[in-house]
């Protein structure tokens, strides 16, 4: 709060992304992942949020479950969406 006005201060966006982690679920040599990629940098880039990517081909449980769905994107561990990334969705999940 603060003091003089009695008002709550306004939380900083740019803190809370820097606390999320996004996750890119793919494979190599697919497309798609890659379209997913370059918008999660982008986006990650302006929010401060961290971001990781994980290869099917290397996870069996990550293989049987996102199989018919990559690119696969989480955010903090929850999906957020799959195939096509949309840059204002993902932004705006973030706080950005």
């Known amino acids: 709060m603060d003091g003089m006005f009695g008002r709550a201060k306004k939380k900083d966006p740019a803190a809370d992304a820097a606390a999320r982690t996004v996750t890119l679920i793919g494979k ?3 497309h798609l992942c890659d379209d997913a ?5 982008a986006v990650c880039a302006e929010t401060g949020a961290r971001w990781e990517e994980k290869d099917i081909t290397e996870d069996e449980e990550l293989h049987r479950a996102y199989w018919e769905q990559i690119p696969v994107v989480l ?3 929850e999906q957020h969406t799959f195939w096509r990334v949309d840059a204002g969705r993902l932004r705006r999940e973030l706080g950005g």
């Open 28 to 30: 190599p040599g697919c």
């Open 75 to 77: 955010v903090d561990g």
């Open 37 to 41: 990629r370059a918008v999660i940098e």
